[in-house]
């Protein structure tokens, strides 16, 4: 093998493990639904347990592990928190998701 086709494969290796995390962070259907309800604009907790359908605590697991892994960021303003989706790779692949699936229910029904 030469040097060229060896380097080209350890930066597809570290890409693709990059991408696997990111995809293990978001296979989550909490998660995604929240994430999904961050693609265009930043949500409260409560607001987010009210859309995702989840009590409050779930949600703020999972935003702690979403913040953790740098997926969203938040600011505060007076009690409240908002948080919102990063730039980058995540937001990427939500908005792509956020298209595809928001119409689904309507459109037909996905299977596994």
Do not use: W
């Not at 909490?30 to 961050?38: D, E, P």
């Not at 007076?78 to 309507?106: H, I, K, S, W």
């Amino acid at each position: 093998m030469n040097a060229d086709v060896m380097m080209d494969t350890a930066a597809l290796d570290a890409r693709a493990e990059a991408a696997a995390i990111l995809l293990k962070s978001l296979a989550n259907p909490v998660r995604l639904k929240m994430l999904c309800a961050m693609v265009d604009r930043e949500q409260s907790v409560g607001a987010l347990a009210a859309q995702v359908g989840v009590r409050e605590p779930v949600i703020s697991q999972h935003l702690m592990r979403l913040r953790a892994e740098g997926i969203v960021t938040y600011r505060r303003q007076g009690t409240t928190v908002f948080y919102a989706l990063v730039d980058g790779p995540a937001r990427a692949v939500m908005q792509t998701l956020a298209e595809v699936f928001r119409g689904a229910v309507t459109e037909r029904r996905f299977s596994r």
